[in-house]
C-alpha cells in the first residue's frame, strides 16, 4: 500500500521544484525526503526523477505521478469528510440556505422545530449547493434554484415576494402596486446579507443608491430614523421586531408587480435521503408565508 507521506512529498515537490523548499514545506530535513523519494521510486517500480549533480526535476512519468497523487490525497480526504459527515448526521439534521428568507421562517418556529435539527445560517452559494449535499455537510438547503440530477432532486417550498416601503407623502405611495423602474433614482437602506435579492433590486431599479447595512440592528436605527425606502417580503416579516417597525413606521408598504420581485424557493435533498426528510418538507410547506 502507497504511504500517503511520500505521495504529499511528491505533490510538494512538484509544486516547489527543489528538494530544500520540500522539506520546508513539510518540516523535515532534506536527506528525509530524498529518502522518501527513492523510496517510492522503489514501491512504484518506475522513475519519477532525473538526477544530476545540482539538480533533481521530476521525469515525464513523475508529473504524472505527482498530478495523480495529488488527485489521490484530494479523493481520501473528500472520502474521509463525507463519512464523518454522514456519521454526523445521524444524530442531527443540518440545514443551510443559499439566502436568508427560509432561515428566518425556521427561526420564527424555533420552538417547533425537532430536536436534532440544526440549522446553520452560513449562506452558501449556488455553486456550492451540491457538493454540501453530496459530502453530508447539509442534508436539507433552501435555494431559489431548482436541482435536478441522478443524485440531487428539489421540491417547491414558496414563493417569497418582496415589498418596498415608502415615505407615505412620496407621490410614488399612492398606488396599490409598484414596479421597479418606478423606484428609479431612489436611495434605499438595505441588510448586506440578503442573498439573491440584492442582485435583483441592484440591477432592475436604474440609477438606485443602496446604503447597506451588517446587522439587523442597524439597520432597523436607520428605518426608524429616516425616510429612506426600504424592502421587506412576506418572509422577513416573520420577524416580530421587523413586523413591528413595518406598523410603527411613517412608511406605505407597496408590492411590486414585476415578475423577478416573486421569487420561487425551493428545498434540495440527496435523492436517497427523501424519504427520511418528507415529513419535515411537508411541515415547511405549511409554514411558509402566503406571497403578496
Avoid at 518540516?27 to 514501491?43: A, C, F, I, N
Wanted: zero cysteines; hydrophobic letters at 40%; a neutral charge.
Amino acid at each position: 500500500m502507497l504511504n500517503n507521506d511520500l505521495l504529499l512529498a511528491l505533490v510538494t515537490f512538484a509544486r516547489t521544484q527543489t528538494l530544500a523548499k520540500t522539506a520546508a514545506a513539510l518540516h523535515v530535513t532534506q536527506p528525509t525526503v530524498t529518502r522518501g523519494m527513492q523510496k517510492l521510486e522503489s514501491d512504484l517500480n518506475v522513475q519519477l526523477f532525473n538526477r544530476q549533480p545540482n539538480k533533481i526535476t521530476l521525469t515525464a512519468t513523475g508529473k504524472l505521478a505527482a498530478t495523480s497523487a495529488a488527485q489521490l490525497l484530494h479523493d481520501q480526504q473528500a472520502f474521509v469528510t463525507q463519512l464523518q459527515n454522514f456519521e454526523r448526521n445521524q444524530q442531527r439534521l443540518v440545514v443551510m440556505a443559499t439566502l436568508p428568507g427560509p432561515l428566518v421562517m425556521l427561526d420564527a418556529r424555533q420552538s417547533q422545530l425537532p430536536a436534532n435539527l440544526t440549522v446553520d445560517s452560513t449562506l452558501i452559494t449556488d455553486d456550492q449547493l451540491a457538493a454540501t449535499l453530496t459530502n453530508r455537510r447539509a442534508r436539507l438547503i433552501f435555494s431559489n434554484q431548482e436541482v435536478q440530477t441522478a443524485t440531487i432532486e428539489s421540491r417547491f417550498l414558496g414563493i417569497e415576494s418582496l415589498v418596498v416601503h415608502l415615505q407615505k407623502f412620496m407621490y410614488q405611495a399612492n398606488q396599490p402596486t409598484i414596479t421597479f423602474k418606478e423606484l428609479r433614482g431612489l436611495s434605499f437602506v438595505m441588510l448586506d446579507n440578503i442573498g439573491d435579492w440584492r442582485h435583483v433590486s441592484q440591477q432592475l431599479i436604474p440609477d438606485a443608491k443602496f446604503l447597506y447595512q451588517d446587522d439587523q440592528s442597524s439597520f432597523q436605527e436607520i428605518a426608524k430614523y429616516s425616510d429612506f425606502p426600504y424592502f421587506s417580503t412576506n418572509v422577513s416579516l416573520l420577524r416580530d421586531e421587523v413586523r413591528r417597525q413595518t406598523t410603527d413606521d411613517n412608511r406605505v408598504a407597496i408590492p411590486i408587480s414585476d415578475e423577478a420581485a416573486h421569487m420561487p424557493i425551493y428545498m434540495s435533498y440527496l435523492k436517497s435521503d427523501h424519504a427520511a426528510l418528507r415529513h419535515l418538507m411537508d411541515q415547511f410547506v405549511k409554514w411558509w408565508p402566503a406571497a403578496t
